[in-house]
Every structure is written in C-alpha cells, then in structure tokens.
C-alpha cells in the first residue's frame, strides 16, 4: 500500500512516500522548480538593483546629486531682506521704464526671494519666535508681491497695487529681525 506524506520546507514541499514492506523514498514535488525560479528571480532582480546604484553619468557626477541654486537666491536671511527692499524700491521708481520682459523677470525673483524668506531665516541661528514673526510678514509681503505681479501681467505700465505704506512696515520689521539671524551660537 502506498502512502504519501507532504512537508513544506518554506521555498520546497516534498513528498514522502512509503510503501508498506519497502523503504521510504523522498520525492521532491512539482512545487520545487517554482520556488527555485522565485528565488533566482529575486537574486537577479536584487544584482540588477546594484547595479543600478552605481550608474554614473557620461560627465562623471551623478545628476542627482547636482543642485541648481538659481543666480538670484540670496545666501543669508540678511542678504534676502536687503535684495526684497532693493527690488520694491526698484519697481515703485523704475517700473515705468522698464520693458514689459524686465518687469515679469523683477516680479518673479521678488516672488522667489520672498517666499525664501523662511527658508534662510530656518537656515539661521534665528529663534521661534522670532522665525514666527518672519513666517507672518513674508506671507503678507508675498500675497501683495503676487498682487503686483498679477497687475503687472495684465498692464505692464500702468497701476499695481504696490502697498508702499504696508510693505514699507513689513520690511522695517523683516529688517528688525535680521540682527536674530546673524547671532553666532
């Protein structure tokens, strides 16, 4: 009489059979070349992920390592208060005669300097409190800022809500802050 007995050894099942009076014989089952071929798939897969990792580009530097800092980016909190007052005090004197290109490409980098604001005052040995008060104004400042800009799409030469009384405050206290950023710890 034949009797068949199954164990499953994780990748594998085997089968055992015995036959009354003969010695017992353990015959892999059909299950084995699958669980092989998941194996191999699996170490193929792992090998061709190494290989990956290591891919450089023809130039020698991985491309994902390189970060592109855009020219007008100030390097300090000190730095980006003073470009944003700059740029205001350019667009209420100069807007008029500047082209219609020159004032997109000013509205734009004013946009981008103050929505770095809070970035560089993070960036500094600045504390909460105060980064809070920053985080407050440069909101303000970028909702005029994106204002202007607004306005400067539409008419390029003509009126923009440019706020003079209220971004003047808002740079005297972005300014008061900046003695916050440059502490040595």
């Known amino acids: 009489m034949l009797r068949k007995h199954t164990y499953d050894h994780g990748l594998f099942r085997c089968q055992r059979h015995s036959i009354s009076g003969a010695g017992d014989a353990v015959i892999p089952s059909r299950h084995l070349p699958v669980g092989l071929a998941i194996f191999g798939m699996i170490g193929l897969w792992i090998g061709v992920c190494m290989l990956g990792c290591g891919a450089v580009s023809s130039g020698g530097v991985d491309d994902h390592l390189e970060h592109h800092l855009p020219e007008h980016k100030p390097v300090s909190f000190a730095a980006a208060v003073e470009q944003v007052r700059l740029r205001h005090e350019r667009l ?11 004032v997109d490409r ?14 560089l005052a993070a960036d500094s040995p600045m504390k909460k409190p105060e980064w809070d008060e920053v985080n407050l104004s440069s909101k303000e400042l970028l909702a ?10 539409v008419n390029p030469r003509g009126e923009w809500p440019l706020e003079a009384n209220r971004v003047a405050g808002l740079l005297a206290l972005l300014t008061k802050m900046v003695p916050f950023a440059d502490v040595k710890p």
């Open 92 to 102: 209420v004197t100069e807007f008029q005669t500047m082209d219609a290109a020159s």
């Open 106 to 119: 000013e509205v734009s980098e004013l946009l981008d300097i103050v929505g770095w604001l809070t970035e």
């Open 144 to 153: 005029i800022d994106q204002r202007i800009a607004a306005a400067a799409k």
